[in-house]
């Protein structure tokens, strides 16, 4: 009697993990992540920019070689806009479940792995080649191994880009220009002791709020790299923009653990590859857009100042490095500096 029992509740159990997990949705594709029957797979991934962003591009190459190297037994289905939700949000989402990959950039990562924000840093990088070297060496592939704890996975290191400051009050030029001023910042602890520092009040909010609270005077401007600027059209809420280049701004494609080790190994490997290779792709993509938009947003009618002194800003942000040398180690700001 009991073993009948058992084996009614098994094939009751079989039934409803065959309901929930190994369904498919409205095109009979397989959304589970689980590799069963050679059915595609479609990648739910979101991110928080336009369609017409570094970010967009980036995933739809990424799209495309996926399909290579999996014979089109994995698809991506391509969230822009926040439509998803914000960054923050996202990674939640990953933890859960409700997305199976996000683009995000490292500014909301202090909430979940500290030690990772030691690339926010302000003027930590030299240039775009440096940051590079750092992220795809031994530092960069320690970082993302700490994602591992809070079940997360980090497949590759993508660009958001060097980061400046736009606003409606005044052009930007030294230090004192900050004083005072209304400025958005990402949800990040790094960024806001910057801004502190250098005078400005800064304003930390997800990025799906942003345009609005711009337009309407809510903060008086913002600090994101150019393809930012110009994809979202900030533009047309913004005056001035100045070119500090104060943050690097790295980006994960990040998925979760679970996800990742439900598929079969050559799925993983296939999504790890494609992941690595569109990030080179997208890095060049960051590049074009940031020579190219420059002139671009002028022509819309903003004021850019291209050249200024940075040294008075990277004195002022000194203690930033003091404060947070203690929670990252000297050893490794000097290791990351150094190479
Ligand atoms: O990662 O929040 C921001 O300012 C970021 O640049 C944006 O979400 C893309």
Redesign the pocket.
Known sequence: MKKLLMLAMLAMMVAIVAACGGGSDSEGTDTSGEESSGETITLKVGH??ADTSH?QEGLEYFKEILAEKTDGRMDVEIFPNGSLGG?RDMVEGLQIGSVDLVL??T?PMSGFVEEITVVDLPFLFRDAEHAHTVLDGEVGQDLLAKLEGIDLKGLAWWE?GFRNVTNNTRPVEKPEDLQGLKLRT?ENDIHMAAFRELGADPTPMA?TE?FTAMQQGVVDG?E??IP?IYSSRFYEVQDYLTMTRHFY?P?ILLTSNSFFNNLEPELQTALQEAAVEAGIFEREVVQRMDEEYLNELEEQGMEVIREIDVEPFIEAVQPVYDQYSEVFGQELIDSIKNQ
């Open positions: 928080t920019l970010y960054e995000t950039s500014g958001n990402m990025f942003l913002n994101n790299p930012v701004n980006s």
